[in-house]
């Protein structure tokens, strides 16, 4: 009973604090309880654990094949393997043996040329050539002067190659026919149009012996033997025996090398005087020791040549050599400088070659280069283009002219004439070559002449001009260009001459006009083996005279075709 009025006097309370608190909420209750009564609190639910990350990566189950072992028949057949082919070095590039070039131009000049060797090989290799050209003329002032020409040259030649020698051995046969037509037929009315034939036969042969040690320590050489036989319709015969020899050898970083030569010449000539044979010997010995060597961009060359002439009014002769260039920038520009000279030897052949209209009768001398002083710059300007730019002075003794001869011709034949001459020249030069599409090369020389007895240097021009050049097409086109031009030079004539100034002496001195000359050749190559060409020669139809007299083939056109074998 007293638990239960507490509980009452508990429950009146709180509400009456309730009511109170509310302010303006009103409760109004009336409760009875009855009997006992427990009351029991509850607990509440709580999550009792923190939550926890779980990683979403599911681990997939290894699935193992398990295979049933079955037995199969293997049937094996081995086959051979090719052996592997290892290209250490380019493939060759297919060598045909030989080549029949042929063509016929105006003036009825035909051209053959033929060429064969047996390809190559380690033990030794041969060959054999040939070639004519020959014309009617075309350069003579009137018909009636025959003025035709032919040019025959055939050589074979073979060389054996053994362990560290190759010996090589030729034999040569030329037969040139000429005219001489050069004479005026108005001075010289008179003047026989026939009988002016020419003919010159040369027949010379060689051996040669040539090691190739690649050992530094060793000592490198080769000698050579030659002869030569060389006759014309006037009973003229000249025989020439030469003997070279050079020996080299490496001392560290410099080489030095040694040349020997032995020349002895005869000429043996039917006089125009008096009709007796005459005969003209010399000899000629040489000895040169030199020495090269390279200090960092530096090389220098140090020697000096020894002569011996015997028909010289100085037996002996001594000729200084030495020059030195300097690299700059990997060979962008490379200066350099230097001094030489030697004997430059006249023969009947030598004479001949270049003016094939002079007398036989006449003393035959050597040339003395007696000294030389040169410099200048080369270098490339790029990877294509190279240049080259020269200044030299140049002493000659007994430098050998031609004047037109009027004692036994009407002037159509040469005598030779001797004179000392200095010599100044201006040479610069480009080369361009793109890979095989383009090459060029040109060329400029100026010339001043200072001589001693003679009035002017004769057939020495004061400037020359030189243009060489190709371009390839497609490999189907070859198309070349060549020019070049001569500048102003004078002639001397001891028969009367219509343009000529009269000396006190009673010789002619002729002002020889300067000239352009250029050629154009066109080739189409069908195949590699087979082409057709033309060519045009004089394209500007110049009428000028390379010798006094002489008239040279104004526009000349040529076509042929090429066969390779």
């Keep these: 009973m007293k638990k239960f009025i507490t509980i009452s006097a508990a429950l009146t309370m709180l509400f009456i604090s309730s009511n109170t608190n ?40 290894t699935i193992k094949y398990t295979l049933i072992p079955s037995k199969q028949q293997v049937t094996i057949e081995p086959k051979p393997i ?20 042929g063509g016929f131009g105006v003036y009825t000049t035909p051209l053959l040329d033929v060429y064969y060797m047996d390809g190559r090989s380690r033990n030794g290799v041969w060959g054999l050539d040939y070639h004519h050209l020959s ?20 050589g074979m030649w073979g060389r054996k190659y053994l362990s560290k020698h190759s010996i090589e051995g030729g034999i040569n046969w030329n037969r040139d ?76 970083s410099e080489l030095f090398s040694m040349d020997f030569r032995v020349n002895y010449n005869d000429f043996q000539y039917l006089s125009m005087a008096d009709g007796k044979d005459k005969n003209r010997s010399n000899l000629l010995v040489q000895l040169q020791p030199e ?24 037996a002996f002769r001594f000729y200084p050599i030495a020059e030195a260039s300097y690299s700059i920038l990997d060979d962008l520009f490379i200066p350099y400088a230097g001094v030489e000279g030697s004997p430059v030897q006249n023969t009947y052949r030598s004479i001949t070659t270049e003016n094939p209209f002079v007398l036989s009768d006449f003393d035959v001398k050597n040339t003395n280069r007696r ?19 020269r200044v030299s002075t140049t002493r000659y003794e007994d430098f050998l002219y031609f004047v037109n ?83 102003q030079r004078r002639a001397k004539s001891l028969v009367q001459h219509r343009d000529g100034e009269l000396q006190p002496d009673g010789t002619y001195h002729v002002k020889l006009k300067g000239y352009v ?49």
């Design 82 to 101: 090719a052996a592997a082919k290892v290209n250490v070095e380019e493939k060759l590039q297919k060598l045909y043996r030989g080549y029949v070039r």
């Design 517 to 565: 000359d250029a050629s154009l050749g066109i080739e189409y190559r069908y195949t590699n083996r087979i082409s057709a060409w033309v060519k045009f020669n004089n394209l500007l139809f110049s009428r000028y005279q390379q010798w006094n007299l002489y008239n040279i083939q104004r526009f000349n056109a040529m076509m042929g075709a090429t066969y390779s074998f």
């Design 405 to 487: 001869d009027s004692t036994y011709s009407p002037g159509s034949r040469f005598q030779a004439l001797f004179d000392d001459l200095s010599v100044f020249t201006l040479r610069g030069e480009v080369a361009i070559s793109t890979s095989d599409k383009f090459r060029m090369l040109a060329r400029g020389e100026y010339f001043i002449y200072s001589t001693d007895l003679e009035k002017h240097a004769w057939y020495q021009p004061s400037t020359k001009l030189t243009l060489n050049s190709s371009y390839n097409i497609g490999d189907k086109f070859l198309v070349t260009l060549d020019a070049y031009t001569v500048g």
């Design 291 to 314: 020495a090269r060597t390279d200090v960092g961009n530096l090389r220098v060359r140090l020697g000096m040549g020894l002569w011996l002439d015997a028909r010289s009014d100085r």
């Design 371 to 389: 000294l030389e002083l040169f410099g200048g710059i080369r270098g490339t300007l790029t990877s294509s283009t190279s240049f080259n730019a």
């Design 177 to 252: 026919v000429v005219h001489y037509y050069g004479f005026d037929p108005v001075l010289n009315w008179d003047a026989p149009t026939d009988n002016l034939k020419q003919r010159f036969n040369n027949l010379e042969g060689y051996i040669d012996l040539r090691s190739y040690y690649r050992d530094s320590s060793k000592v490198n050489y080769n000698g050579r033997v030659g002869f030569r036989n060389f006759r014309d319709m006037n009973d003229g015969v000249e025989n020439n025996v030469d003997f070279r020899g050079n020996a080299s050898k490496y001392l560290n």
């Design 135 to 154: 014309s009617q003329g075309g350069g003579a002032v009137e018909d009636s002067i025959t003025d035709s020409f032919s040019n025959n040259r055939f």
């Design 22 to 61: 509310g302010q303006s909420d009103t409760l109004n209750m009336d409760i009875t309880y009855t009997g006992s009564l427990e009351l029991a609190l509850k607990d509440a639910s709580k999550i009792s654990a923190w939550p926890q990350l779980k990683e979403s990566m599911i681990e997939m189950t």
